[in-house]
């Protein structure tokens, strides 16, 4: 039987087929032959998660742009499927043309959450490649990762060839066509990464030297040819407008979890929300004007179908024309019965408006994040919202037509205590009873309030970055707390995150290069599908931090000194560690941080002219 007659095979016999068919409306099937450079776009979780995605959506259809490029994407199977491969001996496969991964000229992977990194390690393995970097042949794809999460590069330097942070967009393409040429010259491997530092944003872990003192904090990290620069500077885009968007997305024959149109309106956050990895990652803020996102929705509804378009940003409600946005895309698609998503809502943002243009569709959930229950805490993590924020804009909600509102909280933050935990509760109760007070034949049946609590993080490139966090212990005294006061309150449900996996991913947001030998040991113990509940297997990641004699809690619960290096110092977001030591110690009086739209704070973005329009 050929690979692809195997491939037919095993879809009769797994759960959910359409996961690796492909052939999807708006998908890009080129000649491979034809193809110059061949790109396969890998997603580190399953397809469902995969097409939610709006990034590889864009650098999907960006790449495929180029008359000599081609881009295909790749998933990571779900346990069915991956017995059968083994099996029958397939190779990972490509969902367009069916290629092995190890026929790709690159290989790269987008790192969305750092519980992705063992489906990493399974992909390569499956798409027979070798694991570690240094083990690769000549011939070998060379592996590249971007994505928020490479902006820690360190836990996967052993197995990524060359690291992208920031905007993507024209970055990739430049990358591309270096290995492209480089290929077609026949430079080797080495070569090809030290040309790719001539890349705004490319990291490669290969050309930097790592040494640690006694106590294993880093002594030094320093670049070991003349190419790789001190520090690698993000990767940014200045003009939305002018860069590339698809006006055609794949549209899935099954089911996936965000399954609409996503509109970018926005990019970057003026905020400054201390815990917020996002807000400091992609500042500054950069809006796409109002005709060309109407443009955009307008194709892509065309070209989709799709009833629901979410209206995609950091703080959606900080977009400047947001209520002329709104009544402008059910103009120009109301017979279609077009509905607008709003995620991401700030609680002081200007929302009655655009509420009033969004009823006149359908109704979905409306998500808040409080973050915090108290005013104390919320200074402290620089939310800049009050209880009143809250409130009015939750009467609001009630008013016209919701009965559902999701609140976000996170438990553990710096200087939390039970008296703050009380106060989510205390919010909950009054969110409810704002559904109650409106009288009962002109409220939306059905009242939903959905508390959701996560677990904090301490995230590189944040206030917080130096902060420890809470222990299992702590943790699970704290969600017993909160969940015995959410009981007392009537119409609301409490959900909230195992803490075992936010320890592991604390470990890995803050780890080094050291973390690389766990990873490694805790895939070979059949660690994979981590952030799916019934494949997280933590004994094997206890017994893999014990094996390769790393000790967790000196990633996860350690506090970190200001002038400590921490390992991703070699990276420059844009953000210097001078601004978010400043905010770490307002932080720690509880003092607040004004809007950038208010006058520059200082981040260190104006180093760069002409990139932030806040800077003056």
Same mark, same amino acid.
């Given at each position: 039987m050929t690979m692809h007659e195997k491939i037919e095979a095993m879809l009769e016999k797994v759960q959910k087929a359409p996961r690796y068919t492909g052939g999807e409306m708006n998908t890009t099937l080129k000649p491979w032959d034809e193809a110059a450079l061949h790109f396969a776009f890998c997603f580190p979780d399953t397809y469902e998660v995969a097409m939610s995605h709006l990034g590889m959506k864009i650098l999907y259809h960006g790449i495929n742009s180029q008359p000599d490029m081609l881009c295909e994407r790749v998933c990571m199977p779900w346990v069915d499927m991956m017995e059968l491969m083994q099996q029958e001996d397939v190779p990972l496969f490509s969902l367009e043309n069916r290629r092995a991964l190890n026929e790709f000229?690159?290989?790269?992977?987008?790192?969305?959450?750092?519980?992705?990194?063992t489906n990493i390690l399974a992909m390569l393995k499956l798409g027979g490649i070798a694991l570690k970097r240094e083990e690769r042949g000549e011939e070998a794809p060379i592996i590249v990762a971007g994505g928020p999460c490479a902006f820690n590069p360190e836990p996967l330097a052993d197995f990524i060839d060359a690291f992208m942070v920031g905007d993507g967009e024209e970055q990739i393409l430049e990358l591309n066509r270096i290995i492209r040429d480089g290929r077609k010259e026949g430079a080797s491997r080495l070569t090809i990464l030290k040309r790719l530092c001539g890349v705004q944003g490319v990291y490669v872990p290969a050309l930097y030297d790592v040494t640690y003192h006694a106590d294993g904090t880093i002594a030094s990290m320093k670049p070991n040819c003349p190419e790789a620069p001190e520090k690698v500077l993000k990767a940014i885009i200045k003009d939305?407008?002018?860069t590339y968007y698809p006006t055609e997305i794949p549209v899935p024959y099954t089911e996936i979890i965000h399954d609409r149109i996503m509109l970018e309106i926005m990019r970057g956050c003026t905020r400054g929300c201390r815990f917020c990895q996002a807000g400091m990652l992609y500042r500054p803020?950069?809006?796409?004007?109002?005709e060309r996102l109407v443009d955009l929705a307008v194709s892509l509804e065309n070209a989709t179908g799709y009833e629901d378009i979410s209206l995609s940003s950091l703080s959606s409600?900080?977009?400047?024309?947001?209520?002329? +946005?709104?009544?402008? *895309?059910?103009?120009?698609? %109301? @017979?279609?019965?077009?509905?607008?998503?709003?995620?991401?809502?700030?609680?002081?943002?200007? +929302?009655?408006?655009? *509420?009033?243009?969004?009823? %006149? @569709?359908r109704k979905t959930s409306l998500t808040f994040a409080p973050?915090?229950?108290?005013?104390? +805490?919320?200074?402290?993590?620089n939310k800049g919202v009050t209880e009143e924020d809250l409130i009015?804009?939750?009467?609001?909600?009630?008013?016209?037509?919701?009965?559902?509102?999701?609140?976000?909280?996170?438990m553990g933050l710096p200087t939390e205590t039970y008296e703050d935990l009380d106060g989510i509760a205390d919010l909950a109760r009054k969110v409810t009873a704002e559904y109650f007070a409106i009288p009962k034949a002109q409220r939306a049946k059905g009242l939903r309030v959905t508390c959701s609590a996560s677990v904090f993080v301490p995230k590189p490139f944040t206030p917080f970055q130096w902060e420890p966090q809470d222990t299992q212990e702590i943790v699970k005294e704290k969600q017993k707390h909160l969940r015995d006061k959410l009981r007392e309150v009537k119409g609301v449900n409490f959900n909230y995150h195992e803490s075992d996996l936010s320890y592991l991913e604390a470990c890995f947001a803050r780890g080094d290069r050291r973390m690389g030998k766990v990873l490694l040991r805790a895939f070979e113990k059949g660690c994979m599908l981590d952030s799916w509940g019934e494949h997280f297997k933590y004994e094997a990641w206890r017994e893999a931090f014990e094996e390769t004699g790393i000790d967790?809690?000196?990633?996860?619960?350690r506090r970190r000194e200001k002038d400590e290096i921490m390992p991703w110092d070699v990276i420059d977001c844009?953000?210097?560690?001078?601004?978010?030591?400043?905010?770490?110690?307002?932080?720690?009086?509880?003092?607040?941080?004004?809007d950038c739209r208010k006058g520059c704070n200082g981040c260190g973005l104006q180093r760069f002219k002409g990139v932030c329009k806040f800077c003056g």
């Open positions: 000229d690159v290989v790269g992977f987008t790192l969305q959450y750092e519980m992705s990194y939305l407008d002018e803020v950069r809006e796409r004007s109002l409600g900080d977009y400047t024309c947001l209520a002329e +946005l709104i009544r402008e *895309l059910i103009r120009r698609l %109301k @017979e279609k019965r077009v509905s607008i998503s709003l995620p991401s809502l700030r609680l002081d943002s200007v +929302l009655k408006e655009s *509420l009033e243009e969004t009823q %006149k @569709e973050e915090a229950g108290t005013q104390r +805490l919320r200074d402290v993590i009015e804009k939750v009467r609001d909600a009630f008013a016209g037509g919701w009965s559902s509102v999701k609140l976000y909280f996170m967790p809690a000196f990633y996860a619960f844009g953000v210097t560690k001078e601004f978010l030591w400043r905010e770490k110690e307002k932080a720690d009086r509880a003092a607040t941080t004004k």
